[in-house]
């Protein structure tokens, strides 16, 4: 794959001089926000990360190249973009082969990333087990990737839409580490709450670089999941939430959505639902993960002391 990569000059340079770097997806500008607030958060997210001292580099694949670090150009024709690929592990060597342009998703972000040595990435929500996965096998790439590629993901929790107790029964047959930061309760990505204990809680950016920093010490070992709670302004209460997803997962049937198109389809119906509410959200959360991989990435640089 590393022959199909081309970062950018501000990634060479932060990877010549070993500073912080956090990837960044980009199935969520393309899929996951409407233009014009993808763009805007986009750019917004960039900003926060450089804040906390480290480098952004968001990832997709331009014209067959698997681009590392975008220009405000590039990150413009995706967002702009109506007929982009949504690329995860199973598209990604298809879209590089065929010259083809696309978005990649939380899989085929942690396999750009590790392959430049970026261990820390930030987005929204990861896909899952969806409702319904018992007869339609639904599973989320996302979760076969965190089993076998070693990226700190920080999100949200799972996306709500999904089935969250099977979601954390595979992560834990997969051997991902789940963590709760500064809470005891797994998000539900829209609202803090999902009813379900976090397997794990750390509460600094330190905690989590050394667990990483362990981890790293073992043969073959994957991804980290970090599940960093909205913030409390910004939430929607899952009570509230539960109404939308099933009137969005009703309609999603109804139009015999499938496949890659269920999470685009779902959440873009549950911003109708909510007037735009829940894109707000989002954005809230996006920014919040961005800012907490920011420090996870400056924490790794600093020695880890036991
Ligand atoms: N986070 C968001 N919005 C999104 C996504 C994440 O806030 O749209 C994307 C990610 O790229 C994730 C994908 O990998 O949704 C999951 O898609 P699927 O359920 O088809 O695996
Ligand atoms: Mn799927």
Redesign the pocket.
């Known amino acids: 794959m590393i022959d199909h990569i081309v970062p950018s000059r501000e990634i060479e340079e932060a990877r010549a001089e070993r500073s912080p770097l956090v990837a960044l997806?980009s199935?969520?500008i393309t899929?996951?926000?409407p233009w014009p607030q993808n763009m805007e958060t986009a750019l917004e997210v960039e900003h926060a990360i450089r804040a906390e001292g480290a480098t952004p580099a968001t990832i997709a694949v331009i014209d067959g190249t698997l681009k590392v670090g975008l220009t405000e150009g590039e990150l413009e024709g995706l967002a702009k973009s109506q007929d982009v690929m949504?690329l995860?592990r199973a598209d990604l060597a298809f879209a590089l082969a065929q010259g083809r342009t696309g978005s990649?998703?939380?899989?085929a972000t942690m396999m750009a990333a590790h392959a430049v040595g970026i261990s820390v990435f930030a987005?929204?929500?990861?896909?899952g087990v969806h409702r319904g996965a018992e007869t339609s096998f639904d599973i989320?790439?996302?979760l076969e990737e965190l089993g076998r590629t070693p990226v700190c993901v920080v999100?949200a929790g799972p996306?709500a839409l999904l089935d969250i107790p099977k979601t954390l029964e595979v992560l834990e047959t997969r051997g991902v580490p789940v963590i709760g930061f500064g809470t005891d309760e797994l998000p539900a990505f829209w609202s803090r709450h999902s009813g379900l204990e976090a397997p794990y809680r750390l509460d600094t950016a330190d905690d989590i670089a050394r667990l990483m920093d362990v981890r790293t010490r073992f043969g073959g070992h994957g991804g980290i999941l970090v599940a960093n709670p909205v913030p409390q302004e910004a939430e929607i209460p899952a009570d509230e939430m539960e109404g939308h997803i099933a009137a969005a997962l009703k309609a999603a049937d109804a139009d015999g959505i499938h496949g890659?198109e269920?999470?685009?389809f779902v959440?873009s119906k549950i911003f109708e639902l909510t007037a735009g509410r829940s894109l707000k959200t989002?954005i809230a959360l996006?920014l919040n993960n961005a800012r907490l991989a920011a420090r996870i990435a400056v924490a790794l640089r600093k020695p880890v002391t036991y």
């Not at 990649?104 to 899989?107: D, G, N």
């Not at 987005?123 to 896909?127: A, S, Y």
């Open positions: 997806e199935t969520i899929h996951g926000m949504k995860s990649t998703t939380v899989a987005t929204g929500g990861i896909g989320s790439a996302d999100a996306k890659k269920v999470t685009p959440l989002n996006m």
